[in-house]
């Protein structure tokens, strides 16, 4: 998640996605963990105009 850290703009949307990838490995779901991991680094190119989570502003 280095590519987060980077960002310190970006730290609230490096919780909550890091939020949701330990929910993943806590169930145990490794197929969906893979899949949210691909999901996740797409749209990373995408987090500099939308933040995602409960508020959803545009940036």
């Given at each position: 998640m280095n590519n987060f850290e980077r960002h310190g703009e970006h730290t609230g949307?490096?919780?909550s996605l890091g939020?949701?990838?330990l929910s993943a490995r806590q169930h145990g779901?490794?197929?969906?963990n893979k899949e949210s991991n691909v999901n996740i680094s797409i749209d990373a190119?995408?987090?500099h105009c939308f933040a995602p989570?409960?508020?959803g502003k545009r940036l």
């Open positions: 949307m490096f919780i939020a949701t990838e779901s490794h197929t969906h190119n995408k987090f989570g409960e508020n």
